[in-house]
């Protein structure tokens, strides 16, 4: 396992300002994106409530949803991203947690870990299957 998985809430959290202009600064990165969310609503269904884990700064993915009149709850373990968020998109719900150990009691219609699951050593990885089952709703595909 790299170093950086074990760090890896405190790395997002010195780095978010940068990581997020990175993010917004590439709109061209978000084309090929682009697919694979229309195919996500697709087989979710119109308007679903989404949980976005990682969300980091809503750029470009909460945006995308959002604006296809998706409800985003959105989860990452840095402050920082969230008020990006918060202040982007304040009809939506946002959640300062480590995504490791949610327990959000609420069931969705589809589950997003876009740019944030291959961050987790092997192990913290596999321990997200049951995040993943814990809020994937009863018509969930």
Do not use: K
Not at 18 to 28: G, K, V
Not at 36 to 57: P, S
């Amino acid at each position: 396992m790299h170093e950086s998985a074990r760090h890896i809430v405190d790395l997002y959290q010195r780095h978010a300002r940068a990581w997020d202009q990175r993010r917004r600064a590439n709109p061209e990165a978000f084309e090929g994106e682009q697919a694979w969310l229309e195919r996500f609503r697709r087989v979710m269904g119109q308007g679903g409530q989404v949980l976005d884990l990682g969300c980091g700064g809503g750029e470009p993915i909460a945006r995308n949803l959002v604006e296809h009149q998706c409800a985003v709850t959105g989860v990452d373990s840095s402050a920082t991203l969230l008020d990006h968020c918060r202040q982007r998109f304040a009809g939506q719900q946002w959640i300062h947690a480590d995504m490791r150990s949610l327990a959000l009691d609420q069931d969705f219609a589809g589950i997003l870990a876009w740019n944030s699951l291959f961050h987790l050593s092997p192990d913290d990885q596999r321990a997200m299957f049951a995040v993943f089952e814990r809020h994937a709703g009863r018509a969930a595909p």
